[in-house]
Structures are given as C-alpha cells and as structure tokens.
C-alpha cells in the first residue's frame, strides 16, 4: 500500500514519528513506522521561506562553501568558508540546538508551537549560536587578551569542526568566536533548516551605543580628548540575512531580514 503524505506550508519544523493506527470494530491497532523531519521549504509557495528564483535558492540554501570578507575598507580579506549544511550529523545537531536554547526550557509546549513561524526560529539560533549568556551556545566570543590555550578565531576556515566539537564537549561553547565565525555559523545551521541565508559584511561599521543615530566624540577647550561616549567605529562587523515573509510588519518587509549572532551587547 502507498500512501501521501502532505503537511501544511506553516508546520511546525522538527522531528516526527509516524505512526499506522488501523481501526477495526472496537479495536485499534497502531504500528509504529518510523521518523522523518520537516523543514523549511524555500520550493513551496506556501511556505513563509519561499523563494522564487531557482539560482537564488541553490546559492542561498544549497551552496555549501562561501567567501566571508574581512578586514578594513582599504585592505578587504576574502576568507574561504566551509559550511557544511548537509554534512552528517548536522541536521541533529541543529534540531538538537533548538532544544537546548533558554527558548524552550523556559516553555517547551509554546516554544515547538512556534517552529513554523521563521522569524521565531531566527531569532532562538541567533541566541544559541554564541554562549556568552550562559545556555549552552555554541561559540564563545573573545577580541582581546591571548588565545594560546584554545583556537584563535582566525584559524577557522568552517563550520563542521565548529559544531561538531559543540557536540562532542556534551555542548559546552567552543573556544573562541569572532563576529565572521559567528556568522558563518549561522549561515550553516539557518540553511540546514531550510531558511535562505547570507551574510553581510560592513567596512567602517559605526557602532552607535546611546541610539541618537550619530557616533560622537568629546574634547575639552584645549582640544584633549575625552574619554565620555562608548560610540565606536569597527574596521569590519559580519553579520546575517534571512529570506523570508513579515506577515506581521507587512508586504513592504518581505525578503531579506537582518540576524546578529555577535554576543557584544545583550539582545532585546
């Protein structure tokens, strides 16, 4: 016997047993048949991730290697990037992931309620990628001091070892991530699920702390600089982008949103 299976554009993403519950008269037999894992689906118009262009989805969902650029805006670096999104075992990880942010411990029923909705499920990977606020991310992030007893975050060229180390060490954060690692990481566990994903990268990224859309530096009437504001200007800030639908903002914000797994400040 064949059967179909057809699941709503909007389901919950995750692991699934099936199960053959045959009814006869008064009694019930059920068979257990096995598992399979929903996604997202960029291929089905339904679906809030869609995305029309085929050459767009096979670079943004399929393509397992990538160019990260670092470094200022005179001398800009092409990094290689490995990731991996299809590699075994990272669908589990990723899945695995979703179970162990704050997200779900917090509220299990209501956070596998959401998995449907991608801005959700952007936002709790966001949050497990770095474990600087103490659940179980993947990667901690460190810019100053010495990296000799653990990985420089030059050294990475991909996110399998990444991941799979997260896993191996009974997911306790890899040491260390920068802003590049963060996002090449991100890219690979969005894509694993589905989610079209890219990232971005900014020369001169001004780093506005006090909100007032301006970075602003003080003197003394002698001209000596004072050491007030925080604003700052980074050489270089990676970060990413997710391709899908705002039903809650509106059609004028569909297509690429903005994710920051960069622990520098806390989210919210």
Not at 128 to 154: A, C, R, T, Y
Not at 217 to 235: A, E, F, Q, V
């Amino acid at each position: 016997t064949n059967f179909t299976i057809s699941s709503p554009a909007n389901a919950v993403i995750g692991r699934y047993n099936l199960i053959l519950q045959v009814t006869s008269g008064n009694k019930i037999f059920s068979r257990f048949l096995g598992q399979f894992v929903l996604l997202f689906n960029p291929w089905c118009p339904g679906d809030d991730v869609y995305m029309a262009n085929e050459n767009e989805r096979q670079e943004y969902v399929l393509n397992e290697n990538g160019i990260i650029f670092v470094g200022n805006a005179k001398y800009i670096e092409a990094r290689g990037w490995y990731y991996g999104q299809f590699q075994d075992p990272l669908l589990n990880i990723c899945l695995t992931m979703l179970d162990l942010s704050l997200y779900y411990r917090q509220d299990p029923a209501i956070d596998v309620s959401r998995r449907g909705d991608p801005k959700y499920v952007g936002r709790v990977i966001s949050s497990m990628i770095n474990g600087n606020d103490n659940d179980n991310g993947v990667l901690l992030g460190k810019w100053q001091g010495s990296f000799h007893s653990h990985e420089n975050p030059s050294r990475w060229d991909g996110s399998v070892v990444i991941l799979q180390k997260w896993r191996q060490d009974n997911y306790k954060p890899v040491q260390y991530g920068q802003c590049w690692v963060f996002a090449g990481v991100m890219c690979t566990v969005l894509r694993c699920l589905g989610i079209p994903t890219r990232l971005v990268s900014n020369f001169n990224s001004a780093h506005d702390v006090d909100r007032n859309l301006s970075i602003d530096k003080y003197y003394d009437s002698s001209g000596k600089s004072l050491n007030i504001s925080k604003d700052s200007t980074w050489d270089y800030h990676v970060w990413n982008e997710s391709w899908f639908i705002r039903p809650d903002l509106g059609t004028p914000y569909n297509g690429w949103q903005v994710l920051d797994a960069t622990p520098q400040e806390q989210s919210k």
